[in-house]
């Protein structure tokens, strides 16, 4: 079946400008997450939807971030104001349910490569 | 706190050659652990999980992991290299209490098979 899908693949933006990153998660999965990986690192964790709320938005590194996810499907990660520190992959991941990451694989998708110039 | 770490950036190994890329790994409670694998411009695909029970386990693509407790490791091992088998490897382990659905990520090891 379809994986996870993401788009754009890549977002070339300049710095100060809003942007907008899709997710599209394996049909079937209630829970969804954004994680963000800087060069040389590993993923790091933003938000977890479970269904349509955000059950845990702690990762998300200031007010200028924001994920939605209207219908418990597709989400949406919004970026105001982007700088350049903003500029890395972002992945989205979905899993059957959320309740513990031990019980449930989390299935990533290709990510979107963001750049701040 | 949960956390992982993989303490070698980068392995190389010759075609055909056992591999071994290390994770190590500090968790309360009992540990759950992961590996996945990133191949250039792909998202990161599971391999194998830890829960409980046999410490040899074994995932996708002919991995195994081997995990520790006295030696808090939970090592990935292949006995026989691939030049396929090149690229980033990251070791996880879920967070504890209401965070447990997270995966909290090593940074990464990048794996080359030299033919």
């Known amino acids: 079946g379809a994986g996870v899908s993401q788009t754009p693949s890549n977002k070339v933006t300049e710095k100060g400008k809003y942007v907008e990153l899709r997710c599209d998660p394996i049909?079937?999965?209630?829970?969804l997450y954004w994680y963000r990986q800087s060069l040389g690192q590993g993923p790091e964790f933003l938000i977890y939807f479970q269904g349509t709320g955000a059950a845990d938005d702690s990762g998300l590194p200031n007010d200028r971030f924001f994920a939605v996810r209207p219908e418990g499907s597709v989400s949406t990660l919004k970026i105001q104001r982007t700088e350049r520190g903003d500029s890395a992959v972002y992945l989205c991941?979905?899993?059957?349910?959320?309740?513990?990451?031990?019980?449930?694989?989390?299935?990533f998708g290709p990510g979107t490569r963001l750049t701040v110039t | 706190a949960q956390s992982v770490a993989q303490p070698e950036d980068q392995v190389n190994v010759a075609e055909g050659n056992p591999l071994t890329v290390k994770c190590t790994y500090s968790?309360?409670?009992?540990?759950?652990l992961f590996w996945y694998v990133q191949y250039p411009n792909r998202g990161l695909q599971f391999l194998l999980k830890y829960i409980t029970g046999d410490n040899l386990v074994k995932g996708s693509y002919g991995f195994e992991a081997e995990f520790n407790k006295s030696q808090t490791s939970f090592h990935l091992k292949k006995p026989s290299a691939l030049v396929s088998d090149s690229a980033l490897y990251f070791c996880a382990a879920p967070g504890s209490g209401a965070g447990s659905y997270q995966l909290t990520f090593g940074k990464g090891t990048k794996l080359s098979v030299i033919p």
């Open positions: 968790v309360s409670g009992n540990p759950y």
């Open positions: 991941a979905s899993s059957l349910q959320g309740l513990a990451a031990n019980d449930y694989e989390q299935y």
């Open positions: 049909s079937g999965h209630t829970a």
